[in-house]
């Protein structure tokens, strides 16, 4: 099979899927919006890492590896599910005073941090990607692009509220699937020429591997903004969607490494985005363009998502005192600190732990709801305490996989 048909078949593919994306009908409904902001959270440039280090961490064991982490994935999302259900009716009546409301209030404090470095670090890395192509590495300018970015988002959050700026997410992520559909295509013939040969044996499994998959939790990272976005869409559409973009999200992690399988050993030795793109263009040489730009939808579709995520997270930790707008604002203008104050390349090994951190917090507020309200039973409560120790494990010695 030639280069020419693949290549073919993934252009193809890619704009199949895209143009469905932005012109079907249900990417109008609010059901699709709702889920585009998760989903392009989740989908960021995690996507494009995994591959290299579960192949060199777990080699042909590589897939497996990813579902054992997009289960603890899921259970953390089934767990803020439950808190959109029964621990926000609680939060909204309850004292600013009480135990419950400090806790809350902490782990929000925790993840606004951390949305701010992702949403710098996102957009940093997306301006990195576009300076390539005139050959530059000037901060300076990347930090211009990254301000130039959140401003612009900023002008339409104002215009015209969140509905705006998500449709940039859902554009972004309706190209980004559309690139990703076409890798996909692309890997499956490429199985189909080389027959499967290239396979790898399984690494052996030890305590490192395990943290290191633990560490993987960012790359997995971004159902949980829906849980602030009450302002939009009420909880049962947020449960709903958050869990159909946990599920669109896994189906496409899982089946890129089985695809990629063949490619595995080849993906041990490398690392990063740059590691796949070798990858993609050892399959066919115009892959590589779609690897750079999947990279660039995803960063952008991604710091779109938490941008809105932090908005949200805003406005409930002011009570609703600020709105959206506002709220976007404040989450715009706190990226712009850590872009031009810090290296959000080294600070997002902080940021990966934040989110672990609060998971964890949303385990503890999960287990007070369910025994002081009887919402769950005993053996969902353990459940929440076990998700809730591992996510402590990744905060105090998860090796972060993401930078």
């Known amino acids: 099979m030639g280069d020419h048909l693949i290549i073919g078949a993934a252009v193809v593919t890619g704009a199949a899927v895209a143009l469905t994306l932005i012109f079907a009908r249900f990417a109008r409904t609010d059901s699709w919006l709702a889920t585009v902001t998760p989903l392009a959270s989740i989908i960021g440039s995690g996507f494009l890492i995994c591959g290299p ?43 600013t005073h009480h135990p419950l409301a400090w806790t809350a209030r902490t782990g ?10 992702s949403v710098a670090y996102y957009l940093k890395l997306l301006a990195m990607f576009c300076l390539r192509a005139i050959d530059s590495q000037s901060l300076l300018l990347a930090n211009s692009i990254v301000s130039a970015i959140i401003a612009v988002l900023g002008l339409l959050a104002f215009s015209g509220g969140l509905r705006r700026v998500e449709r940039v997410a859902d554009a ?21 020429r080389t027959g499967g040969t290239g396979l790898i044996p ?46 669109i999200s896994s ?21 990063g985005v740059a590691g796949v793109l070798d990858v993609m263009e050892s399959v066919a040489p115009f892959l590589g363009a779609f690897v750079l730009a999947a990279a660039v939808t995803s960063q952008l579709s991604a710091a779109v998502a938490d941008s809105i995520g932090s908005t949200g997270l805003a406005v409930e930790l002011s ?30 090994a902080v940021a990966s732990r934040a989110f672990a951190l609060f998971y964890a917090f ?42």
């Not at 295509?185 to 199985?191: K, P, Q, R, Y």
């Not at 976007?328 to 031009?340: I, P």
């Open 202 to 247: 399984a690494a052996p499994v030890d305590g490192h591997s395990l943290l290191l998959l633990l560490g993987l939790i960012i790359t997995v990272q971004g159902f949980e903004t829906s849980r602030y976005m009450g302002e939009s869409y009420d909880a049962e559409t947020r449960i709903r969607t958050m869990r159909n973009a946990q599920i």
């Open 362 to 403: 949303q385990c503890a507020i999960a287990i007070w709801v369910a025994r002081r309200a009887g919402k769950a039973g005993l053996a969902r409560q353990l459940l929440f305490l076990f998700v809730g120790l591992l996510c402590l494990v990744a905060v105090a010695a998860g090796a972060p996989a993401e930078g």
């Open 251 to 271: 189906v496409i992690y899982v089946l890129f490494l089985v695809l990629l399988t063949p490619r595995l050993g080849q993906a041990a030795d490398t690392q």
């Open 53 to 95: 280090l579960l192949a060199r961490e777990f080699g042909s064991m590589a897939a497996p590896a990813m579902i054992a982490l997009l289960i603890l994935a899921f259970t953390v999302g089934s767990i803020i599910r439950f808190n959109i259900a029964h621990a926000e009716p609680v939060l909204a009546e309850i004292s």
């Open 108 to 117: 929000q404090g925790v993840l606004a941090a951390a949305y701010a470095v």
């Open 319 to 348: 009570r609703h005192r600020l709105n959206t707008a506002t709220g976007f604002l404040m989450a715009g203008a706190l990226a712009l600190v850590v872009t031009w104050t810090t290296d959000a390349l080294q600070v997002i």
């Open 172 to 192: 972004s992520v309706s190209l980004k699937l559309g690139l990703i559909a076409g890798m996909l295509v692309a890997l499956g013939l490429d199985w189909g």
